[in-house]
Antibody, heavy 126, light 107 residues
Framework: EVQLVASGGSLVQPGGSLRLSCAAS????????MAWVRQAPGKGLEWVSE????????YYADSVKGRFTISRDNSKNTLYLEMNSLRAEDTAVYYC???????????????????WGQGTLVTVSS | DIQMTQSPSSLSASVGDRITITCRAS??????LAWYQHKPGKVPNLLIY???TLHSGVPSRFSGSGSGTDFTLTISSLQPEDVATYYC?????????FGQGTKVEIK
């Protein structure tokens, strides 16, 4: 059974830093891309960042580029999100998610998310 | 960046009704489109990927169609457990963008 357990969320002051972790089990972690998706209070889902299986590529939403860093440790089956220069608008539940995969005419396709962790709440406030 | 626009933003229908949600991409994305269901207090669940492929375990009353810029999610017979917000998501390229969501309620 796929399990994704996110942790590290807390109350932090504007300008502060936080590191989220996501412990994965039940699948071959090193074989799949992973991502962070967030939901601010009363808002919809927002894709934040994504990392390939071997960390060869990373992508970021414009809203977090230069402030957040995604990484993974395949030896520990863990995904991370380092968040710096936090703003009030970063307040949200942060979900870690596993990349789904299939093959089509373009080859290996990913970028959608077939399993999601329970989320960890980040509150940025003074 | 590719913008995803869903309509309607909310709908109310009776149990057993057929409902359709539309998602439009600001540029062509072939069939690289996923749909998710998000119930209050729960984690999002993948329903459909590649515009029309049902994810494992998803009831057959859910279906998806479309290609290019216009996509639809259909629930053939609405059930009480389908009350949720539904999101489309583009994965043709990064950034992966979600639609703003469609909230489905029972009349």
């Amino acid at each position: 059974e796929v399990q994704l357990v996110a942790s590290g969320g807390s109350l932090v002051q504007p300008g502060g830093s936080l590191r989220l972790s996501c412990a994965a089990s039940g699948f071959t972690f090193r074989s799949y891309a992973m991502a962070w998706v967030r939901q601010a209070p009363g808002k919809g889902l927002e894709w934040v960042s994504e990392i390939s299986s071997s960390s060869g590529y990373t992508y970021y939403a414009d809203s977090v580029k230069g402030r957040f860093t995604i990484s993974r440790d395949n030896s520990k089956n863990t995904l991370y999100l380092e968040m710096n220069s936090l703003r009030a608008e970063d307040t949200a539940v942060y979900y870690c998610s596993k990349g789904g995969v299939y093959y089509d005419t373009r080859g290996y396709m990913s970028g959608f998310f077939d399993f999601w962790g329970q989320g960890t709440l980040v509150t940025v406030s003074s | 960046d590719i913008q995803m626009t869903q309509s309607p933003s909310s709908l109310s229908a009776s149990v057993g009704d057929r409902i359709t949600i539309t998602c439009r991409a600001s540029q062509g994305i072939s069939n690289y489109l996923a749909w998710y269901q998000h119930k209050p207090g729960k984690v999002p669940n993948l329903l459909i990927y590649a515009a029309s492929t049902l994810h494992s375990g998803v009831p057959s009353r859910f279906s998806g169609s479309g290609s290019g810029t216009d996509f639809t999610l259909t629930i053939s017979s609405l059930q009480p457990e389908d009350v949720a917000t539904y999101y489309c998501q583009n994965y043709d390229s990064a950034p992966r963008t979600f639609g703003q969501g469609t909230k489905v309620e029972i009349k």
